[in-house]
């Protein structure tokens, strides 16, 4: 802990999975953050629950469409194209975020006040956006109205992967083309021999095989890794409807 003249205050943190509690050693405290404005936006890459300060910083106006209480600034530089996630999940006080291109931009790429990805009714923010490789990415973090204070950062980037495979109808007279894979949010329709692909954001999915008049098919728990690809084959069966007497 910093005891050095100057400080006005002193928090531990104490880590326990992602909750994070902040417990306040009055009497001490820390510098102003130098990234408070975005000239001085300190590189970031990825990290989990990195500590930040808000306290006594500045505020960088009404330049930008949303108003940033007290804001301080990170520049992330994309390795690969993929989709990087944000959050300050934890901070103590009520935040709000905002990603631009450049220092120059005043178009956001992304922005969130308050997201239940942080837990229901949070007032932590997160946000998400596509980013491609050697590109620089701006975060803006500060607060609601005269919020301010301690918290933490979540940077996380997925790189993309491929799923392919190959769709066999062993009985019935349906097109294969016509089937449907879907993976996530995504879909797409075989070619005429049966072969798909998706480029998908690392991750586990659940992938499913649909066509008309046959049985679904569900592989769940697929995992796509970046720079890799997955291979998932389907056999579908015609639907027979049985009926007992």
């Known amino acids: 802990c ?19 509690t902040y417990v306040n ?47 301080i600034w990170f520049v992330y530089t994309a390795e690969a194209d993929g989709l990087l996630e944000i959050d ?9 975020l905002a990603t631009y291109e450049s220092c120059e931009s005043t178009i956001e790429l992304a922005y969130n006040d308050d997201d239940d ?3 229901v009714e949070s007032l932590q923010s997160h946000v998400s956006l596509e980013v491609e490789a050697g590109e620089d990415y701006y975060i803006q973090v500060g607060g609601a109205e005269d ?8 940077i ?23 089937a449907l894979i879907t993976a996530g949010n995504l879909s797409a329709n075989p070619d005429q021999s049966g072969f798909y692909s998706i480029n998908l954001y690392e991750g586990y999915y659940s992938v499913s095989a649909e066509l008309t008049d046959y049985d679904s098919e569900l592989e769940p728990e697929v995992l796509i890794q970046s720079a890799d690809t997955t291979f998932v084959d389907f056999i579908m069966d015609k639907f027979l409807d049985v009926h007992l007497p």
């Open 2 to 20: 910093p005891t050095s003249p100057g400080y006005k205050e002193v928090y531990i943190q104490i880590e326990d999975n992602r909750d994070i």
């Open 88 to 96: 300050l999940c934890g901070s103590t006080f009520d935040t709000r």
């Open 117 to 119: 990805f942080c837990g």
């Open 156 to 178: 996380t980037h997925r790189g993309i992967g491929t799923l392919q495979g190959n769709i066999v109808l062993a009985n019935g007279a349906g097109s294969v083309e016509d």
């Open 147 to 154: 919020e301010s204070g301690v918290g933490n950062i979540t």
């Open 25 to 71: 050693l009055s009497g001490y405290g820390w510098v102003m953050p130098e990234n408070e404005n975005c000239n001085l936006a300190e590189p970031i890459s990825e990290v989990e629950n990195q500590y930040f300060t808000t306290t006594g910083t500045t505020t960088s106006g009404t330049v930008y469409p949303h108003y940033l209480f007290q804001d």
